[in-house]
């Protein structure tokens, strides 16, 4: 068979959770590819076979060059891909852990007042800002500018700084070594730093309803810019949660289903006024409300079917056919890997005072893992400013040993 484009090919099936890493890792680095399921393409079990020596390995990632790889891992594929997954240098004046928006402004803060920094981001340089299709919000951009185009923009800039960045690594542990702390990687590295700055911002939560984690990747996602074009032509997809990022992601999903469905679990929409009357004065849009999922159903193919919806007004159970579901119904802070020690608030967003300091010396905190952020591009990209001038005090106090 041939291959469909020059893209990096996935050569898998809906119902593999490997398939499913795999495609969620490149949407994560936002690495364009194109996928072909088993089940919809007879042809492509033969290639399979062919290139694992009679094998049906899946996924097999196909790439540009004629190479593959067969039921890789990420690293595995980062590697092929030449990301940078290991430093230069063991010591640094600020490591920044998360390469998002606030983490990257940081970055180019401290590096243009000559310190050296190392970004280190485990999934892809840009944060949430990159998977956004559009933000028409942000200062400078009238006409507004797309989230990957914005994402690259912030990359370029650090590395016109001398910024060194890593990609596909996630941070394990954050410790304290005399005046140093000490940052230890998946890839079983470890690297110092006068100064650490958390900014790993947040991760859309789930609804916890039946099936939902079986269906993950095969007709639940979390990012429409990353999996809405798979839902090209059908019918009806439903969208979870009536906030902005529900409603932006609903109005981008009509480009690709004929219909678009969003459940809202109050009794109005939590979004902004304009995005109110964009949803609902669009034809192929309706809003549900007082509704909350009770469970995902899947076909025999383990895709899913549809959702069995509860409304709270009138207790009614009934079934809504659909072929996707995209869930935006809040965030939940990415700090599993910060010590114990270190204080949170009651839903794990890390505290910090005025400053930005945590209750370690040495470690900051900005962006949305901080609490009482608001969760916003524009407060993201202020605080890493701000968080960088608070560095810049810290690493310049007579405490702190010159580098």
């Known amino acids: 068979m041939s291959l469909p484009s020059?893209?990096?090919?996935?050569?898998?099936?809906?119902?593999?959770p490997d398939c499913r890493r795999t495609k969620a890792f490149l949407a994560d680095q936002r690495i364009a590819y194109d996928w072909i399921d088993l089940d919809a393409d007879p042809q492509a079990t033969a290639l399979v076979e062919e290139l694992n020596g009679g094998a049906r390995i899946i996924p097999t990632v196909i790439f540009p060059d004629g190479t593959h790889l067969a039921e890789p891992g990420n690293d595995e594929i980062a590697d092929k891909l030449g990301l940078s997954r290991v430093a230069a240098g063991a010591?640094?004046?600020?490591?920044?852990?998360?390469?998002g928006p606030t983490g990257l402004t940081a970055a180019i803060y401290a590096a243009r007042?000559?310190?050296?920094?190392?970004?280190?981001?485990?999934?892809?340089?840009?944060?949430?800002?990159?998977?956004?299709?559009?933000?028409?919000?942000?200062?400078?951009?009238?006409?507004?500018?797309?989230?990957?185009?914005?994402?690259?923009?912030?990359?370029?800039?650090a590395q016109r700084y001398g910024v060194e960045m890593l990609q596909a690594v996630a941070v394990e542990t954050i410790g304290r070594d005399e005046e140093e702390l000490?940052?230890?990687?998946?890839?079983?590295?470890?690297?110092?730093?006068?100064?650490?700055?958390?900014?790993?911002?947040?991760?859309?939560?789930?609804?916890?309803?039946?099936?939902?984690?079986a269906l993950i990747g095969a007709g639940i996602h979390f990012c429409a810019t990353c999996d809405g074009p798979f839902y090209r032509d059908v019918d009806e997809v439903v969208v979870i949660g009536g906030g902005n990022s529900g409603l932006e992601e609903g109005l981008f999903l009509t480009q690709f289903a004929r219909h678009v469905t969003v459940l809202e679990h109050s009794s109005r929409l939590a979004g902004s006024r304009l995005?109110?009357?964009?949803?609902?004065?669009?034809?192929?849009?309706?809003?549900?409300?007082?509704?909350?999922?009770?469970?995902?159903?899947?076909?025999?193919?383990?895709?899913?079917?549809?959702?069995?919806?509860?409304?709270?007004?009138?207790?009614?159970?009934?079934?809504?056919a659909t072929s996707g579901a995209f869930?935006?119904?809040?965030?939940?802070?990415?700090?599993?890997?910060?010590?114990?020690?270190?204080?949170?608030?009651?839903?794990?967003?890390?505290?910090?005072?005025?400053?930005?300091?945590?209750?370690?010396?040495?470690?900051?905190?900005?962006?949305?893992?901080?609490?009482g952020s608001t969760k916003q591009l524009a407060s993201a990209v202020g605080e890493g400013a701000a968080v960088a001038i608070q560095i810049r005090y810290h690493l310049d106090a007579p405490s702190v040993a010159p580098r």
């Open 6 to 16: 020059d893209n990096l090919t996935v050569i898998g099936a809906n119902w593999c």
């Open 91 to 99: 010591r640094y004046d600020l490591i920044v852990v998360g390469g």
């Open 113 to 157: 007042e000559n310190y050296s920094v190392l970004v280190i981001e485990k999934s892809a340089l840009g944060g949430q800002a990159g998977v956004t299709e559009r933000l028409d919000n942000y200062p400078g951009f009238p006409d507004g500018v797309a989230g990957h185009e914005l994402a690259d923009r912030f990359t370029r800039q």
């Open 182 to 213: 000490v940052v230890r990687t998946s890839t079983e590295h470890t690297y110092r730093a006068r100064a650490v700055l958390i900014a790993t911002g947040s991760t859309y939560r789930r609804t916890g309803a039946d099936g939902e984690a």
């Open 275 to 320: 995005l109110q009357d964009k949803v609902l004065a669009h034809p192929r849009m309706s809003v549900r409300y007082s509704t909350a999922v009770r469970a995902f159903v899947a076909d025999d193919n383990g895709k899913l079917a549809s959702l069995e919806l509860e409304n709270f007004d009138t207790g009614e159970v009934s079934e809504h």
């Open 327 to 371: 869930v935006f119904i809040g965030l939940d802070p990415n700090s599993g890997f910060v010590a114990a020690e270190v204080d949170r608030d009651e839903r794990g967003f890390i505290q910090s005072d005025h400053q930005f300091r945590t209750s370690v010396p040495g470690l900051f905190v900005a962006g949305d893992v901080r609490g």
